[in-house]
């Protein structure tokens, strides 16, 4: 099961910076949700990338048409990780804090807590980095899917060549640069390919290459709980009209916004020929 992600503005709401993408099941349509975003929420995005130092981003949302982003200055953001370090992030710039002791370490625990100034939120999480689970092999080709009944079918076709591992249960996050640029990215699991050597084919209709572009995917393990928030953002925009809406379900207790992403990290490039 997949669906693919795009850098968009929430109606009524921001969302910034580690949210690298909102889910969609077509990259070119536009989204639009019903979040009650009459009093600000405490926006957390969090991640623990393989071999890499962890970073929180805090803000708070803000209407669609307000440019002040909201970021939340003077918090108390500390990490565990699962060999008995316990870290306060330094606030590297404002909203933005960062580790400069624990990295990333594939099967370990991750706690977080956040004070804000104040003592207006405090927000608990944990998630558990997976193992990693690399790319064989990156293909990017001019798409032979000929137009389909006056539907516009992709220019390019990326292709992920991975082997799932046996006798567990996997999710795939893949984030897709070009020159460097986050363009898309996709979540995916491993319900009816369990162990297989796979072929993920990332569909974006609106993908731009040209020659000597330098495309990159990088391919996350996440746990279930980061997956199920990602993939939220595409049954939300689903719902019958008229139902109640709710926010994507989050992995952290204290806000109804934002993530908590243990995750590794594995890249592969191809230049455009």
Known sequence: MKTSQKLNSINGLFIPFLMLATILTSCTESIEFEFDVAAPQLVVEAIVPESQYAEVILSKTANINDNNKNLVSNALVVLEDGFGTSETLQEVSPGRYRSNKIKGVPGSNYALSVQTEGNV?????????????????????????????????????????????????????????????VTVSYVENDRFNNGKDNKSFLTCVDRKLSKGDT????????????????????????????????????????????????????????VIE
Not at 231 to 254: D, E, H, M, R
């Open 121 to 181: 939120s405090f927000i608990k999480s944990e998630d558990r980095m997976p193992k990693p689970v690399f790319i064989n092999r990156l293909r990017v080709r001019e798409s032979i899917i000929p137009e389909i009944e006056g539907v516009k079918m992709p220019d390019w076709e990326v292709i992920v060549e991975y082997t799932d591992p046996e006798d567990e249960i996997n999710y795939y996050r893949f984030v897709e640069y070009v020159n460097g640029k």
């Open 215 to 270: 495309l990159t995917v990088e391919m996350q393990s996440i746990s279930k709980a980061v997956y199920d928030y990602f993939y939220a953002f595409g049954t939300i925009n689903n719902l019958v009209q008229g139902s109640n809406t709710t926010n994507p379900i989050s992995n952290i207790s204290g806000a109804n916004l934002g993530y908590f992403s243990a995750h590794t990290v594995h890249r592969r490039s191809v």
